[in-house]
């Protein structure tokens, strides 16, 4: 009874949420990638000219195949942009591309929500196949602590999903902050905010849905304990 009503409550807003909030991210880049820059400044350019200002010359740019695949990698210190970003000299793209050089930012930095994110990224990576699983078996051969393992994996998937919005939200307004200083007139600049701000609704979505997902969790703990 308790996850029904649950599920109707919190759960199901959140991923439609979510839903609402990748068409949007889409809709909203999509319209954007027609709207160019006075300067024809493409995103590639903006990336790099950002780089050296910043005194990092050595981080690289990549073109990468795909759509909206754009990110940088703190491994090989690269920021890869999608060719519609690389190439592209519309306000979405150069919103995108500065974006991904916040992240270039605050790995040189040391921005501690980043190296924070870094370190969960392992445990993130293994936990949808290990948290629940770990849970469910615990719970059929009553085992308490694989439960809590499962719990502790399951928490820090967690916090790695709500520890990305103040990576994102940061790396976007770095780049706000940059374009608005000569790369971007005050108009231009509106519309790339309304794509990095459709961005950031995708990442609080994702955060509502693994928030929710883990509540489910623990109530199903509990729940069963009672039984
Ligand atoms: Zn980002």
Known sequence: MVFHSFYLILLVPAILLSLYAQFKVQSTFKKYLTVNNSKGLTGAMVARTILDRQGMPDVEIEQVDGYL???????????????????????????????????????????????????????????SWTAIPLIIMGLIIQQIGLIIIGIIIFS????????????????????????????????ELKHTKKVLSAASMTYVAAGTVAFAEFLKSILQFFNSRND
């Open 156 to 187: 820090l998937a967690v916090a790695f999903q709500l520890i990305t919005l103040p990576v994102e939200i940061n790396a976007s307004k770095r780049a706000l902050a940059i374009l608005s200083d000569g790369f971007l007139t005050p108009d």
């Open 69 to 127: 695949s754009d990110h940088y990698d703190p491994q090989t210190r690269t920021v890869r942009l999608s060719p519609e970003v690389y190439n592209g000299t519309s306000v979405s793209s150069l919103g995108v591309a500065a974006h991904e050089t916040g992240h270039a930012i605050q790995h040189n930095i040391r921005y501690l929500p980043l190296s924070i994110r870094s370190i969960l990224v392992p445990i993130a990576n293994i936990s």
